[in-house]
């Protein structure tokens, strides 16, 4: 195989690891997005007066009447399967430290994704060099 063909082979690598990487900094934007809406229903779940009724989602679509009985405390899942009680505010930094965690984790990526995206115009100055050979 000669030095145009593995250029153009490397080319179709860095092409499906950046479409790879796009689609990573998709799913992290979405949870960015989850978690700002989670804060935003815990803002507005702390100002809802106990006994208020609400409607709590069973499963998608189906949902039950119940009575608020408590606002100032949650049960949150802290991972394997392990739930512990937490206030508003303790709950709003949780999120915060994996919105944190989330960005550091985008950066990664954004970084990644402009090595590749430098890689792959490196190696099509190359070919056009070739091409003009």
Do not use: C, H, W
Request: charged fraction near 30%.
């Amino acid at each position: 195989m000669d030095n145009k063909q593995e250029k153009y082979m490397e080319l179709q690598i860095l092409e499906q690891q950046m479409k790879q990487l796009q689609q990573n900094l998709q799913a992290i934007e979405q949870q960015v997005s989850e978690i700002a809406l989670i804060k935003k229903g815990l803002d507005d779940f702390s100002e809802i007066k106990e006994k208020t009724e609400a409607l709590v989602p069973l499963a998608n679509g189906i949902f039950a009447k119940a009575e608020i009985k408590n606002t100032k405390e949650l049960l949150v899942n802290v991972g394997s399967e392990v739930v512990v009680s937490k206030t508003v505010l303790e709950t709003k930094e949780l999120l915060d430290n994996q919105g944190n965690e989330i960005e550091k984790i985008r950066n990664q990526l954004m970084e990644d994704f402009e090595n590749v995206y430098s890689r792959i115009e490196y190696i099509q100055s190359e070919l056009q060099g070739m091409e003009k050979e």
